[in-house]
Nanobody, 131 residues
Framework: QVQLVESGGGLVQPGGSLRLSCRAS????????IGWFRQAPGKEREGVSC????????YYADSVKGRFTISRDNAKNTVYLQMNSLKPEDTAVYYC????????????????????????WGQGTQVTVSS
């Protein structure tokens, strides 16, 4: 059974850090593009970051550039999202998802991650940034 499981969310003060993990079971993450998305209450799900299968391509939304870092550990079949300098506006449920061609598909018109191209999704982990 193909499954992605996120972990590492929680409550953190502004300026703090969290590291999210996305662990796969039932398939090998090596061959997939892995994206991180987030959804805040009342808002659309948005792409935050992505790493391609060969690690040659990484994507970051403008809102997180310089603060978030995506990486993968193939031996652990896990992708990480290191989040530093967290802001209250980062509060959301964070999801990881797998793209079967190994790519990070970017919409040409908006330069944002194409969430429709990601086929397998985790259940999400809550990140709350608040003092």
């Amino acid at each position: 059974q193909v499954q992605l499981v996120e972990s590492g969310g929680g409550l953190v003060q502004p300026g703090g850090s969290l590291r999210l993990s996305c662990r796969a079971s039932g398939f090998t993450l090596d061959y997939y593009g892995i994206g991180w998305f987030r959804q805040a209450p009342g808002k659309e799900r948005e792409g935050v970051s992505c790493i391609s299968s060969s690690d040659t391509t990484t994507y970051y939304a403008d809102s997180v550039k310089g603060r978030f870092t995506i990486s993968r550990d193939n031996a652990k079949n896990t992708v990480y999202l290191q989040m530093n300098s967290l802001k209250p506006e980062d509060t959301a449920v964070y999801y990881c998802a797998a793209e079967g061609s190994g790519l990070c598909p970017i919409a040409t018109m908006t330069s944002t991650l194409e969430k429709g191209d990601f086929g397998s999704w985790g259940q999400g982990t809550q990140v709350t940034v608040s003092s």
